[in-house]
């Protein structure tokens, strides 16, 4: 089912039975409806083709789906395709608020027999639209009786282009490093950036990038050039990590605040 919210300057549709993720994000642009992220499938059945959804226990991936934490060592499914993205994307959520202009949703993994993470957690997602604000929230708990590693982001897909851009969207963002390595999984420590991902001048995206940035000091904006549109983020402390993917060949970017590093649980194993 989707929910759809609505104040009249923001449009934002929900389906909170795939993980609470976003099928629309419009703003009314000149008295027409402007979709700011790309439309997901109507009926969605898998978050992949949702215009945004949230990363719940962990951001991104965990290379060959295993990790250590405090001395141990865990297997989760699928390890040929690492495990990617957490495991709440596509789960049913609870709605537990609505409004107009509101909606909160919740989540326990004691609840998911087949849950593919070996420490119990709970989560709630909250989405508000305030005039031209989308205020979106994770509440993420270790429901357990130890100490769980655990992360979470958003995954949001914008338009490259909009109705009247003149260009390639400009994309504006100040971060301190980017972790090396050829796929999204990173081989080692935060090193300086290129000057190719060098954004805290707003430029064009019209590089191929599919990386994570440390040190972001948590303010991007995206901007579309001739539309007369422009977006802003802001983000809470915890969020200081961001993810940049602009695949070659597509009509979508995504730009996707994240808590850590890809394949981050290893990472802080090693030190």
Known sequence: MTIELNNHILRLQVVPEIGGSIVDFSVNHLN????????GDN????????????LIPYS????????????????????????????????????????????????????VPDINFPFPFSATLTYSL??????????????????????????????????????EVELQVNVRGVYPGETPLPTGPAEPISSEQDFSTQRPLDVVLDHCFAGWDREAVIEWPGSGIKARFQADSGLEHIIVYSPAGENFCAVEPVTNANDGINLFAKG
């Not at 027409?32 to 439309?39: A, S």
């Open 32 to 39: 027409q409806w402007i979709p700011l992220m790309r439309k």
């Open 130 to 167: 305030e005039e031209s604000k989308l205020w979106s929230q994770i509440e993420l708990t270790n429901i357990g009786q130890e100490a769980m590693p655990a992360g979470c982001g958003f995954h949001p897909y914008f338009h490259r282009r909009l109705p009247g851009s003149t260009g």
């Open 43 to 54: 009926p969605l059945s898998k978050s992949s083709n949702a215009s945004s959804f949230v």
């Open 60 to 111: 991104n991936r965990l290379r060959d789906g295993q990790f250590s934490f405090q001395g141990r060592k865990y297997q989760l499914r699928d390890p040929e395709k690492h495990a990617i993205h957490g495991d709440v994307r596509d789960r049913s959520l609870t709605v537990t608020e609505q409004t107009d202009h509101r909606i909160r949703m919740t989540f326990n993994s004691t609840d």
